[in-house]
C-alpha cells in the first residue's frame, strides 16, 4: 500500500499471534505492516481506533489452491478482472492471500493465465501471491476431473513461460512419472515449487522425484493410490517425508476425517507444521451455483459436493474458514493448529513464513476477525480493511 496510510490501533480483542491466543491484546497498524503488539494503553489523537468488539484476530488466511470463486473459474477468465473476482469471494471466508489456479488446459490458456497473473500484480492487485498450474503433465489414469484430452507431455517452452520476474509464488502439480528425469530439478532451479499430484508414481519414481527437490503433494489421498500394507505408494511417501508439504481438503467429502485424523498425526511425528488447509474451490464459493461449467462438463453443486455427471468430485465448495471450523470441530485439532495450518504452514511451503502467517511487528497486516463460531467478521489485506 501507499505511504502516508493512517495509524490504526485494533483494540478489544484476544490476538492469536500465529504460537498462542493472548488475551487483551492492541495491534498497531502503519502502511500495511504490523507495527506492534501491546497490551492495552493511551491510544493518540492521530490513531484510528478500531473495536474488535471482543473477537479473535488471527492471522489471514492463504490458499495455495483455488481455481475459482464469486461465480468465476480461472480457466474461463485467465485475466486481471477473473483473479480479482475470486480473491473477492474468498476474501469474505478469511482469505487474504491466494494462488488462482488453471487446471489442465490448452496452450493459449495456459499463456493467459500466467500473463493474467503478471499483469495483475503489476497492479498490486491486493491478495494475489502467484499462480498454481495444477497440470496438464499428469497420469491420465489419475485424471479425476481434468479433461482426459488436455492431459498432455510436458511442453516444450513450458519452463520459459513460468520462468522470469513478476508471478511472485508459483506452484505447478505433475506426476513424476510422467515427466522426463531432472525436470523437477530443472523447475525447483528456476524457483517454482513443485507438488505430485493426480499420478501414481512407483517407489522408485517417488524417491527421485523427492530426490530431484518435490516440495509437497497436492490434495492428499485424492487422485492418488491409497496407502497399503506392502505399497505404501506416494501417500505413504508423502507421510514419511519430512520436507515435503501436503494440501488436504477438509470439506468432510474429500477424505474421511478418521483418515485424516490419522495423517496429521502421523506426519506430525515425522515433521511439525507440514500439513496445510487448501480448499480446491470452484466458481461456486460465494454464490448461490447449483451448477456451472468445468472443461465442457456440467458440474452440479448438491449436499456440499461438486461432481461431474458420473459421481467424480470435481473440486469443493470448500471455503477456508469453513476448513479451520472443521479441521478444529470435526477432526479434533487445537484451534490455533487449526489456524495455523490455515496460515503459518502455507506461508511456510510458499517461503512467506517471514513476512506472513504470523501477528508480530514487521509482518504483513494481513489479519481476520473471528467471532466464537469461527464465521468471519472483517479482514485486513495489506492493513486494508475491507
Avoid at 126 to 155: C, M, S, T, W, Y
Avoid at 217 to 236: D, E, I, K, Q, S
Amino acid at each position: 500500500m501507499s505511504g502516508g496510510q493512517e495509524l490504526q490501533l485494533l483494540v478489544n480483542g484476544a490476538i492469536f499471534t500465529g504460537d498462542e491466543i493472548l488475551p487483551k491484546r492492541e495491534v498497531l497498524l502503519a502502511d500495511g505492516m504490523i507495527r506492534e503488539v501491546r497490551l492495552a494503553s493511551r491510544a493518540g489523537d492521530d490513531i484510528e481506533i478500531v473495536d474488535l468488539e471482543g473477537g479473535l484476530l488471527a492471522p489471514g488466511f492463504i490458499d495455495c489452491q483455488v481455481n475459482g470463486g464469486g461465480g468465476v473459474m480461472f480457466n474461463d477468465q485467465p485475466s486481471p478482472a477473473g483473479i480479482d473476482a475470486i480473491i473477492e469471494a474468498h476474501r469474505k471466508y478469511g482469505t487474504t492471500g491466494l494462488l488462482p489456479t488453471l487446471i489442465s488446459d490448452e496452450w493459449t490458456i495456459m499463456s493467459d493465465a500466467v500473463q493474467a497473473v503478471r499483469m495483475a500484480r503489476s497492479y498490486n492487485v491486493p491478495g494475489l501471491l502467484g499462480v498454481h498450474l495444477e497440470g496438464p503433465f499428469l497420469n491420465p489414469e489419475k485424471k479425476g476431473a481434468h479433461g482426459a484430452e488436455q492431459i498432455r507431455p510436458l511442453d516444450d517452452g513450458f519452463i520459459e513461460l513460468i520462468a522470469g520476474e513478476g508471478l511472485g509464488a508459483v506452484v505447478v502439480t505433475l506426476a513424476p512419472e510422467m515427466v522426463p528425469p531432472g525436470t523437477i530439478q530443472t523447475l525447483r532451479a528456476a524457483g517454482v515449487k513443485v507438488c505430485a499430484g493426480h499420478c501414481a508414481p512407483d517407489e522408485g519414481q517417488i524417491s527421485a522425484a523427492l530426490d530431484e527437490g518435490l516440495a509437497g503433494f497436492t490434495h492428499l489421498f485424492n487422485a492418488m493410490p491409497p496407502l497399503l500394507a506392502r505399497a505404501p505408494g506416494v501417500v505413504g511417501a508423502a507421510l514419511a517425508d519430512r520436507d515435503t508439504w501436503c494440501g488436504i481438503i477438509a470439506d468432510g467429502h474429500h477424505v474421511d476425517a478418521t483418515t485424516l485424523r490419522v495423517a496429521l498425526a502421523a506426519k506430525a511425528a515425522i515433521s511439525e507444521g507440514r500439513m496445510m488447509l487448501v480448499t480446491d474451490a470452484m466458481a461456486t464459493v460465494g454464490t448461490d451455483l447449483d451448477s456451472f461449467q468445468m472443461s465442457g462438463q456440467v458440474v452440479t453443486v448438491a449436499d456440499g459436493r461438486c461432481t461431474l455427471p458420473d459421481g467424480t468430485l470435481a473440486g469443493s465448495c470448500l471455503d477456508m474458514a469453513a476448513a479451520v471450523r472443521n479441521t478444529h470441530h470435526l477432526l479434533g485439532q487445537p484451534l490455533e493448529e487449526a489456524l495455523r495450518m490455515a496460515s503459518l504452514y502455507p506461508a511456510g511451503f510458499l517461503g512467506m513464513d517471514d513476512r506472513r502467517g504470523r501477528i508480530a511487528a514487521g509482518y504483513c497486516a494481513d489479519l481476520v476477525l473471528l467471532d466464537g463460531d469461527l464465521n468471519v467478521c472483517r479482514t485486513w489485506v495489506a492493513g486494508q480493511p475491507d
